[in-house]
């Protein structure tokens, strides 16, 4: 049973804790109304759960209506000592953000089709866009060291905005590895994100083309990058990205998907 839209988080502590208690506010059509309530991971929207928040990889009895969706963190304290970050929820302010938009090229002129997206990766066991969970979180793509993480990804998803489908991921900055960044995240002074990706081969946009890359030899309307962005006979040259996984998403001030912003932040 989905809240109304008017629902506020009222109470959470400094941030998010598995299984404490969890008021939200409601507003009835006469007065506001405090109530117990839990956070769904896929949307992060509000339910009522009748007692407590609940996270998965925490207990999760008394929440009949909302059993399904859930976000699982249970390998958090795990990726922690990879990444060098809080094994603590309570610790990461967390932006729900629309990262890939599904046939549509960036301004990298890449492009990532739905069909792509989802096809399934079976060295690790999910769907593409999936490949976004539990990778780190870095600043400006200084990724070469998972020990400078500042975060991690929790959670992605897909979504349909404006008839185009949108991968969104649930990322978290870990406020006791760079406090400074993680506040500038959260008061909205810094909302750019763009991803990072292994990509094994891509194939020319061009319809009567076809050609695969593998990075070592493009076609010539590729031509190694500089052909991106021309017209040939009315259609645009770009790259679709084909055997993919993510492997990261940083936050940077200028993405190259321009709706790649900051859309709801928790914390």
Known sequence: MYITPTTQIVQAGPGLHIGEPFLSR???????VDEPAI????????????TNLRIAGSELEKVGNCACGFMDISW????????????HIADYVLVDVPIVVADFPNRN?????????????????RVAFQT????PVHQDHDNLDDTRAKGVIFDATMVKF??????????????SKDQRLAQLV???????????????RTVCSLPWCGFHSDGRITCDHIRNGAGK???????????????????????????????ALSDKIWG
Not at 162 to 175: A, E, T, Y
Not at 245 to 250: G, M, N, Q
Request: some cysteine; aromatic content about 14%; proline content about 4%.
């Open 109 to 125: 002129m890449d492009a990532f089709t739905y069909g792509e997206l989802t096809e399934w990766r079976t060295p690790i066991g």
């Open 39 to 50: 956070i769904e991971g896929r949307t992060l929207e509000v339910h009522k759960s009748g």
């Open 186 to 200: 959260q008061h909205k002074n810094r909302i750019g994100h763009s991803m990072g990706a292994l990509v094994e």
């Open 26 to 32: 409601r507003f009835d059509g006469n007065k506001f």
């Open 162 to 175: 404006r008839n185009r489908w949108h991968v969104k991921i649930l990322k978290g900055f870990d406020r």
């Open 132 to 135: 976004f969970i539990g990778k």
């Open 229 to 259: 962005a021309e017209v040939i006979n009315n259609h645009l040259v770009y790259e679709n990205m084909l055997d993919f996984y993510f492997v990261e998403s940083s936050s940077v001030e200028d993405p190259a998907y321009v709706v």
């Open 76 to 87: 958090l304290p795990f990726c922690a000592q990879r990444y060098h970050i809080s094994p």
